[in-house]
Structure formats: C-alpha cells, structure tokens
C-alpha cells in the first residue's frame, strides 16, 4: 500500500494493525496511543476506552506475522509520537480532517486529532486497499481466523 500522506500511512498501518492484533474494526476505531506497546508487543483492551465486546477488558500480545506487519505498526506509532507530537490521549488511527477545498468542496485535509464516531471508514479502507489491487474483498473481522 502507498505511504507518502498521512491519511495512505494511517490506512497502510491500520491494515497492517488489524493482521497483527486481529482486534475487531469497533475497538480499533477507539484505541488510543496509550493502549499500544510496541516494546512489549501488546495492546491493553481497557474497556473503559476502547470499545470492547461485551466491555471486557483484556491485554492481547501481538500475532506472529512477521517483522514487516510490525515494522509498519511501530513505524506509524513512532511517526505520531516523534514526528506528529501526539500524547498517549490521541486516537491511535484518527479520523480524516475533513476541510473546503480549492474548488469550495469538502476534501481530504489530513488527520483529525478525535476518533472515528464508528468502524464504518475502517471497513471503506479495507474495501478501498482490497480493490485497489483486484482482490475480493475481506472484512476486518475476517482477518481475525487467520
């Protein structure tokens, strides 16, 4: 996948996040930077913040699919702790800034610092990143049986 914007970054790790946690599209949309250690290879699942099923909460360790999943994981961690200066509060896969454009239309304008209100733009990437390259299409949940 390409990853030369912040929104193509966002949408490569996001892929990459839900093969290497198998975490489920609604608990990804409400995790935040301070419920991922990428140095220990886990993700807290603190129901009191993340949408969880059944708001259970749980620490998962990271799947072992390879160093270049989880490259693409720290890297995009690392890009909103040193480079963007975002705090452990920050969504971990922000929404998409949404501003009027040159021709006076609402356009992509980057990373919103807030959340995704619902899964639905996580499901819209993976359609989008399936598409792109002639595969059918695989929900994230799927990604969970792998």
Same mark, same amino acid.
């Given at each position: 996948?390409?990853?030369?914007?912040?929104?193509?970054?966002?949408?490569?790790?996001?892929?990459? +996040?839900?093969?290497?946690?198998?975490?489920?599209?609604?608990?990804?949309?409400?995790?935040?930077?301070?419920?991922?250690?990428?140095?220990?290879?886990?993700?807290?699942?603190?129901?009191?913040?993340?949408?969880?099923?059944?708001?259970?909460?749980?620490?998962?360790? +990271? +799947?072992?699919?390879?160093?270049?999943?989880?490259?693409?994981?720290?890297?995009?961690?690392?890009?909103?702790?040193?480079?963007?200066?975002?705090?452990?509060?920050?969504?971990?896969?922000?929404?998409?800034?949404?501003?009027?454009?040159?021709?006076?239309?609402?356009?992509?304008?980057?990373?919103?610092?807030?959340?995704?209100?619902?899964?639905?733009?996580?499901?819209?990437?993976?359609?989008?990143?399936?598409?792109?390259?002639?595969?059918?299409?695989?929900?994230?949940?799927?990604?969970?049986?792998?």
């Amino acid at each position: 996948m390409p990853g030369t914007t912040d929104i193509e970054r966002r949408d490569r790790a996001l892929i990459a +996040f839900t093969i290497l946690t198998g975490a489920r599209d609604g608990a990804i949309a409400s995790f935040k930077l301070k419920h991922i250690d990428v140095d220990e290879g886990r993700i807290d699942k603190d129901a009191r913040h993340v949408q969880t099923k059944f708001s259970k909460s749980f620490v998962t360790a +990271f +799947f072992p699919v390879g160093d270049d999943i989880r490259a693409v994981v720290v890297d995009w961690v690392n890009y909103l702790q040193r480079d963007k200066l975002w705090g452990l509060d920050d969504p971990l896969f922000p929404a998409t800034k949404v501003a009027v454009g040159a021709g006076l239309r609402f356009e992509a304008a980057g990373l919103d610092r807030k959340h995704w209100s619902n899964a639905g733009s996580i499901r819209a990437i993976f359609k989008d990143a399936f598409a792109s390259v002639g595969l059918p299409y695989f929900n994230p949940h799927s990604f969970r049986k792998t």
